[in-house]
C-alpha cells in the first residue's frame, strides 16, 4: 500500500544547491581576481591562498573537534569566504593578519551561528573590519600596481584614490586606469571592468538579481553628484569617481548580495541597496576613513531582519486590500 507523504513546502526542488552557487560565484571573480594576479603578482597569490586554506582549515576543526556535527567543508562556501577576504585585503599584509582574520571569519561571525545560511552578517566583512580596526597600518597601506610583480612583503606602497582624496592631493590616476585596475588598492576591489563582467555573469545565471548593486550604485551616485554639483569646491570628487575607487563595486556586487544576510523580496533589496548607499557616502565625505562600503553592508546587514518583518511579499492567493 502506498503511503502519503505530506511534508513542508517547497515540494519542487529546482536543482541547484549551495556547491553550484558557490562555483558559480567562483567563475564570476575569476576576472577580476586574474586582475589582482597581474597587477600585484606573488602577494596576490600568497594572500588568497593563505586565505583560502585558513578558512577551510578553522572551519572543518569547529565542525569536528567543537560542535561534532557534519562537516561541510566541501560545500565551497569556506573557500568563497576566504577568496573574499583575500580579494578584500592589501597584497603585502603579513600572512599571520590573514590567518587571523581568516579565523574572525569562519570562527566569530560564521559557527557560532550555526555555519552557512544562519550568519547574520558576512563572514568576509566581519572578518575585514576586524583586521581594519586591529591593524590599520598594515590595511591602509597599499601595494603600488606592478604587472608581474614578485615582490611580496617588500613591495612599494602608496595610497589608494580615496585616500590621496582624504588629503587633497592631486595624484590621482585617470578615469581609465581606474576602470581597468592600474591604481593602489586591495587586490579585488581595482578593476570596475572586471568586476561588471562577474556581475554579467551572475544575472544571466540568476546568481543574484540587479536590485541589490544597482540600487547600491545608484544612490552613491545620485548623492555624490548633488554633493558634487552643489560645492564642487569643497566636495571635490565627482560621482564617477566614487564609482571607479575603492570597494563600492566588490562590495555592491559581491558582497552585499549574500543570499543569507540580504533581503529576500525586490522591495526589500532596493531599501537595503538605498542604506548601504548612503551609509557609503556619509562615511565617505564625512567620517575620517576614507571608504565605507564595508562599514556601511555590515550595517545593512543587521537591519536586514527588520526589512524582511516590515516589506513581505503578498502570500499566495491573498486578495488586495
Known amino acids: 500500500m502506498a503511503k502519503l507523504i505530506i511534508s513542508a513546502s517547497p515540494h519542487v526542488h529546482g536543482g541547484d544547491t549551495i556547491s553550484n552557487k558557490m562555483i558559480g560565484v567562483f567563475i564570476a ?60 585585503l592589501p597584497t603585502n599584509i603579513p600572512v599571520w593578519m590573514v590567518v587571523v582574520g581568516s579565523f574572525v571569519a569562519i570562527g566569530i561571525a560564521k559557527m557560532p551561528f550555526g555555519g552557512v545560511g544562519n550568519n547574520p552578517f558576512n563572514p568576509a566583512l566581519v572578518g575585514r573590519v576586524f583586521m581594519l580596526i586591529s591593524f590599520p597600518a598594515a590595511m591602509t597601506v597599499w601595494p603600488i600596481p606592478n604587472p608581474l610583480n614578485m615582490h611580496y612583503l617588500d613591495a612599494i606602497t602608496a595610497a589608494t584614490p580615496l585616500a590621496v582624496l582624504k588629503g587633497q592631493f592631486s595624484n590621482i590616476p585617470d578615469t581609465w586606469n581606474m576602470f581597468i585596475g592600474n591604481m593602489g588598492g586591495s587586490m579585488g576591489e581595482i578593476s570596475t571592468l572586471a568586476l561588471l563582467i562577474g556581475m554579467i555573469y551572475m544575472l544571466l545565471r540568476k546568481i543574484i538579481t540587479w536590485h541589490i548593486p544597482v540600487s547600491i550604485i545608484a544612490t552613491v551616485f545620485l548623492f555624490t553628484g548633488i554633493l558634487h554639483l552643489s560645492s564642487p569646491n569643497m566636495f571635490i570628487a565627482t560621482p564617477l569617481f566614487h564609482i571607479l575607487t575603492g570597494g563600492l563595486m566588490l562590495g555592491a556586487i559581491f558582497m552585499a548580495t549574500d543570499y543569507v544576510t540580504s533581503p529576500m523580496n525586490p522591495r526589500g533589496m532596493l531599501i537595503y541597496g538605498f542604506g548601504i548607499g548612503i551609509i557609503t557616502v556619509i562615511i565617505r565625505v564625512f567620517g575620517s576613513y576614507p571608504e565605507g562600503i564595508s562599514f556601511a553592508i555590515l550595517i545593512m546587514n543587521g537591519v536586514t531582519p527588520l526589512i524582511n518583518s516590515l516589506v513581505k511579499p503578498k502570500r499566495f492567493g491573498e486578495l488586495k486590500k
Open 29 to 88: 571573480l575569476l576576472p577580476a581576481y586574474l586582475v589582482g594576479l597581474y597587477f600585484f603578482g606573488l602577494g596576490a597569490i600568497i594572500i588568497s591562498l593563505v586565505a583560502m586554506f585558513s578558512c577551510v582549515i578553522f572551519e572543518y576543526v569547529i565542525q569536528k573537534f567543537l560542535l561534532k556535527g557534519v562537516v561541510s567543508i566541501f560545500d565551497g562556501s569556506a573557500l568563497l569566504t576566504g577568496l573574499l577576504l583575500a580579494m578584500n
